[in-house]
């Protein structure tokens, strides 16, 4: 566990964890785009999903901490899919800096207004390597 820290939810006790370096820059690069609606991947967010629970521990009465690392025990310790949600969301507050104090919003705004710029780039390139490969057929 890097830099565990304590969080509470309706009650229940988890731990928030660091992610490590490689781990940490793959959840972060693919968690908020495989999320957007009509961009986004369902099975690919959840995939990122499970490895971002994997990070998160609950505190069972034991005294011991249990990783949430599997599907079942995520339904079995978080409960509610709002209840998972928050806590995805402090886990992403937690591990990066730019989406804490409310940065978030702006990050993801500013994404959101780059992505048509994008999108059309990408279309417009596309259209002329496509155009550039087709030969226009002959008039003779």
Known sequence: MIEPKDFELNGKKYLLTKFPAIQGREIVCKY????????????????????????????LNEGVPLKLETRALIDNHVGT???????EAAMLEYNCSFFQNGRASTFLAGIAQKLPQWISKTLKDSLEQLSQTEKQPSTN
């Open 32 to 59: 908020p785009l495989s999320g957007m609606p009509k961009l986004g991947d369902y099975a690919a967010n959840e995939e990122i999903m499970l490895k971002l629970m994997s990070y998160v521990y609950v505190k």
């Open 81 to 87: 899919w709002e209840n998972l949600m928050r806590i």
